[in-house]
């Protein structure tokens, strides 16, 4: 080898060590851990329920019209800002916008990421609860009222649903404490196309149940006067909850994608996958609620309810749903670790701690905060504020408040304040790739995007009319 390479050698391990960050292997490896992230609770356990409370078929249609129209150039946006700065997604700005307070947007999404997790390891923990139940066949011979029951004691015990919480959020600091490639990439990999294959199978169950057609209308055949401003900011919310942008998780892991990577194929591709399994999850859930006689409008323990019931009038009912929740935990799990990851990078890179010390102060203070949701459901479910419980205000503060402002300002900020030569770069890999859709992206995200989240946003506050 002669005296030039051993430079080069050189200079590119140099290169690897200075940046000194974890890494996705591969093409596919970052679309995994990408729809990973976007596929979890929200698909399952929060469209459904949603749905079922905003009208059904007239939801999906705005909900697809807002992934499609807003959602995928936000995802875009986000990878652009993370991919270009290599950092988390406070010190992403402020690589990028030195001594702007843009750096102000990607602190509110380690708010944000603190709220999500405190009340979605809730959540996470009844799947735990509910693999614990399958495997005991504690679903056999039940009425849907016994069901009802089983999932009301379950929830509003003390001690039972908290345990689960921290069980969860344990696993999930476990994880990233461990460096999230070799996990998170490998386990996607797997898990991902797995639940796909459950909720087609148990798509089958359902649609063959009686009056299966009820739920098909309900889910197909819209009604538009259901629409109101509150289902429409309600759909903005759950579009950005469910793809997982809004709140600079997608940066993070942008951070972590090489330079190679299609960025736009990669966004669409997840919002494609993401969107799918939030349909498949409908189709399993409604024809079975109308079947069984049950409230679409029943709210969050809607999937634990329902599920159950379809499990149990099944052939190999107590093998499926052992193997279905075990797979939703994991889904709730590459979910998780991608919103404490957030703050995690944050932690590391701003304020220079170990990666052992950041995961324990985070994951240790948002279960403090997560021990209020899971009691909403329990001790303090009576305690309310403006009519929601704990619960159900950080939610709304996250996903219909924190998400959408969140997008907004990163949608604007790539539009108007990146240079755009850097954000065609990004998009084009430095014009290897032919990037035919730069012009219509510029455009959403300067004006379509900006102007649409504004107007869904005020109105769904009150605010503007
Ligand atoms: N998208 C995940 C789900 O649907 C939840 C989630 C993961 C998330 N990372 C996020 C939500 C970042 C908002 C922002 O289950």
Same mark, same amino acid.
């Given at each position: 080898?002669?005296?030039?390479?051993?430079?080069?050698?050189?200079?590119?391990?140099a290169?690897?060590?200075s940046?000194g960050?974890? @890494?996705?292997?591969?093409?596919?490896?970052?679309?995994?851990?990408?729809?990973?992230?976007?596929i979890?609770?929200?698909n399952?356990?929060?469209?459904p329920?949603?749905?079922?409370?905003?009208? !059904?078929?007239?939801f999906?249609?705005?909900?697809? @019209?807002?992934?499609l129209?807003?959602g995928?150039?936000?995802m875009?946006?986000?990878?652009?800002i993370?991919?270009?700065?290599?950092q988390?997604?406070?010190?992403?700005?402020? /690589?990028?916008?030195p001594k702007k307070?843009?750096f102000?947007? @990607?602190?509110?999404?380690?708010?944000?990421?603190?709220?999500?997790?405190a009340?979605y390891?809730?959540?996470?923990?009844?799947t735990l609860e509910?693999?614990?139940?399958?495997a005991?066949?504690?679903?056999?011979? /039940?009425?849907?009222?016994?069901l009802?029951?089983?999932f009301?004691?379950f929830?509003?015990s003390?001690i039972?649903?908290?345990?689960?919480?921290?069980?969860f959020?344990?696993?999930?600091a476990?994880?990233?404490?461990?460096?999230i490639?070799?996990?998170?990439? /490998?386990?996607s990999?797997i898990?991902?196309?797995?639940?796909?294959?459950?909720?087609?199978?148990?798509?089958v169950?359902?649609l063959?149940?009686?009056n299966?057609s009820?739920?098909l209308? $309900?889910?197909?055949?819209?009604?538009f006067s /259901?629409?109101?401003?509150?289902?429409?900011?309600n759909?903005?919310?759950?579009?950005f909850?469910?793809?997982?942008?809004?709140? !600079?998780?997608?940066?993070?892991?942008?951070?972590?994608?090489?330079k190679s990577?299609?960025?736009?194929?990669t966004?669409?591709?997840?919002?494609?996958?993401?969107?799918l399994?939030a349909?498949?999850? !409908?189709?399993?859930?409604?024809?079975?609620?109308?079947? $069984?006689g049950?409230?679409?409008?029943e709210g969050?323990g809607?999937?634990?309810?329902?599920?159950?019931?379809?499990?149990?009038q099944?052939?190999?009912?107590?093998?499926?749903?052992?193997?279905?929740?075990?797979?939703?935990?994991?889904?709730?799990?590459t979910?998780t670790i991608?919103v404490?990851?957030?703050?995690v990078?944050?932690?590391?890179e701003?304020?220079?701690?170990s990666?052992?010390?950041?995961?324990i102060?985070s994951s240790?203070s948002?279960?403090?905060?997560?021990?209020?949701?899971?009691?909403?459901f329990?001790a303090?479910?009576?305690?309310?504020?403006?009519?929601?419980?704990?619960?159900?205000?950080m939610?709304?503060?996250?996903?219909n408040?924190?998400?959408?402002l !969140?997008g907004?300002?990163i949608?604007?900020?790539? @539009?108007?304040f990146?240079?755009?030569?850097l954000?065609k770069?990004?998009?084009?890999?430095e014009?290897?790739?032919k990037g035919?859709?730069?012009?219509v992206?510029?455009?959403?995200?300067?004006?379509v995007?900006?102007l649409?989240i504004?107007?869904?946003?005020?109105?769904?506050?009150g605010?503007?009319?």
């Amino acid at each position: 080898m002669g005296k030039i390479s051993n430079t080069r050698i050189f200079l590119i391990m140099a290169n690897i060590e200075s940046s000194g960050r974890d @890494g996705f292997t591969s093409k596919f490896g970052v679309l995994a851990a990408a729809a990973g992230s976007a596929i979890g609770l929200g698909n399952v356990w929060r469209f459904p329920y949603l749905m079922g409370q905003n009208g !059904g078929a007239a939801f999906l249609i705005i909900y697809l @019209g807002i992934v499609l129209g807003i959602g995928v150039s936000v995802m875009l946006s986000e990878f652009i800002i993370g991919r270009s700065a290599g950092q988390n997604a406070y010190g992403a700005f402020k /690589k990028l916008s030195p001594k702007k307070p843009w750096f102000l947007v @990607g602190f509110m999404g380690i708010v944000a990421a603190f709220v999500i997790l405190a009340f979605y390891s809730t959540i996470a923990g009844w799947t735990l609860e509910y693999i614990y139940l399958s495997a005991v066949d504690a679903f056999s011979g /039940k009425s849907s009222d016994d069901l009802q029951s089983i999932f009301v004691s379950f929830t509003q015990s003390d001690i039972r649903p908290l345990i689960w919480q921290l069980i969860f959020m344990a696993i999930t600091a476990w994880i990233v404490y461990l460096g999230i490639q070799k996990g998170i990439e /490998k386990y996607s990999k797997i898990l991902m196309p797995s639940l796909f294959i459950i909720l087609l199978i148990l798509c089958v169950r359902s649609l063959t149940l009686e009056n299966a057609s009820v739920g098909l209308n $309900f889910m197909f055949n819209p009604d538009f006067s /259901k629409i109101d401003s509150s289902v429409i900011l309600n759909a903005l919310g759950q579009a950005f909850f469910s793809l997982s942008v809004g709140m !600079g998780a997608l940066i993070t892991y942008g951070s972590y994608v090489n330079k190679s990577n299609n960025l736009s194929n990669t966004s669409f591709q997840v919002s494609i996958a993401d969107t799918l399994v939030a349909i498949l999850a !409908g189709v399993v859930i409604f024809p079975a609620v109308f079947s $069984f006689g049950l409230d679409p409008k029943e709210g969050p323990g809607l999937a634990f309810v329902v599920l159950p019931n379809i499990f149990q009038q099944m052939t190999g009912g107590v093998f499926f749903a052992v193997l279905f929740f075990l797979l939703l935990a994991i889904a709730a799990l590459t979910s998780t670790i991608s919103v404490l990851e957030v703050v995690v990078a944050y932690f590391i890179e701003e304020l220079k701690m170990s990666r052992l010390k950041a995961t324990i102060i985070s994951s240790f203070s948002i279960s403090i905060i997560g021990v209020f949701c899971t009691l909403s459901f329990g001790a303090f479910r009576n305690f309310k504020i403006f009519e929601k419980t704990i619960f159900d205000l950080m939610d709304f503060f996250a996903s219909n408040i924190l998400l959408p402002l !969140g997008g907004l300002l990163i949608v604007v900020y790539v @539009g108007w304040f990146l240079n755009l030569s850097l954000v065609k770069s990004e998009v084009t890999n430095e014009g290897t790739l032919k990037g035919r859709f730069f012009g219509v992206f510029i455009f959403i995200i300067r004006f379509v995007a900006p102007l649409a989240i504004m107007l869904v946003f005020l109105n769904g506050l009150g605010i503007f009319n």
